[in-house]
């Protein structure tokens, strides 16, 4: 049992070298969402913002480092703090950066982990899904950083420990989301499907379908979704039904993109999935474009 247990954590390495590769593609996708919201990052993270920062204290532990914190320090050295609150945000986006150009990569993995989490901490009422998974990869990114500095059989088993991690973390994720749904009734009849539906597309655009739609399609679907995420622990490591519960479980936060606008998380969870359970398209995919670019 111990045996198997360990070669099951430590001896998934198949696609270590490849591990700049999974590192690139959190970074990216980290700073994109980073300039995304750029319009409005002042009105989120800021003592000043949409949220006042002593209402964000009664949710969070004093223990805690909130963005406050080290914009006071910098105000100490006679900086005001408009320009206190760049300078974190420039340190943060500096980090992501000098990851991607492999400079320093672990020292700024680390700076750039601890300061996102100082921004969950400073914006708690307003952080959703997305954030906390941007947080969870950013995390997962410092052990993929650790090839430059360690041997290879050394790194293989961190590598191997990493994507566990990361499959067993989507896996309770699904699991207690199915879960949490299953206590309800909404799912079981359809009627969550129909209700995001209602609330989240064009008013219009619904009614003219809504007269074509059979109850038991949000049914079918409802049905579908619940049991796809309660199952998902086992469906995924079966390998009869690993492919087939990757594409539907991408679908369905493609549906969530498209219908709900949780952009975010739903490219998050996307990217998740496919490092943690399919790395080898992604290993693929980089190919195919690196020919592309060498043809043209």
């Not at 919201?37 to 003592?47: A, E, H, N, Q, R």
Request: net charge neutral; hydrophobic share 50%.
């Amino acid at each position: 049992m111990r045996n198997h247990f360990t070669n099951f954590v430590l001896n998934h390495h198949e696609f270590s070298k490849s591990a700049k590769l999974f590192s690139s593609i959190i970074i990216i996708f980290t700073v994109i969402n980073t300039i995304s919201i750029l319009p409005d990052i002042y009105g989120i993270y800021s003592k000043y913002g949409f949220v006042n920062a002593d209402t964000n204290k009664v949710f969070i532990s004093s223990e805690k480092i909130t963005l406050n914190y080290l914009t006071d320090i910098i105000e100490k050295l006679g900086i005001n703090y408009q320009y206190s609150f760049i300078s974190v945000m420039i340190i943060y986006m500096a980090s992501l950066i000098m990851i991607l150009f492999n400079y320093w990569q672990l020292f700024f993995s680390v700076l750039a982990l601890v300061l996102h989490t100082i921004f969950l901490n400073s914006t708690y009422l307003l952080s959703y899904g997305a954030d906390f998974m941007i947080n969870f990869l950013l995390y997962v990114n410092i052990f993929f950083c650790l090839k430059q500095y360690l041997s290879e059989e050394v790194y293989n088993r961190i590598f191997s420990f990493t994507v566990r991690t990361m499959q067993i973390q989507l896996c309770v994720i699904y699991f207690f989301g199915g879960f949490g749904k299953s206590l309800g009734y909404d799912w079981y009849t359809g009627d969550a499907i129909w209700l995001s539906l209602n609330h989240y597309i064009n008013e219009d655009l619904f009614n003219s379908i809504i007269d074509y739609i059979p109850k038991y399609i949000y049914q079918i679907f409802s049905l579908g979704i619940l049991f796809l995420e309660l199952l998902y622990p086992f469906l995924i490591y079966n390998k009869k039904t690993t492919k087939a519960t990757l594409t539907l479980i991408i679908l369905m936060h493609i549906a969530i993109s498209l219908i709900i606008g949780l952009h975010t998380f739903a490219l998050a969870m996307i990217l998740f999935n496919l490092i943690a359970f399919y790395p080898k398209g992604m290993i693929n995919l980089e190919r195919k474009i690196q020919e592309k670019l060498i043809m043209t």
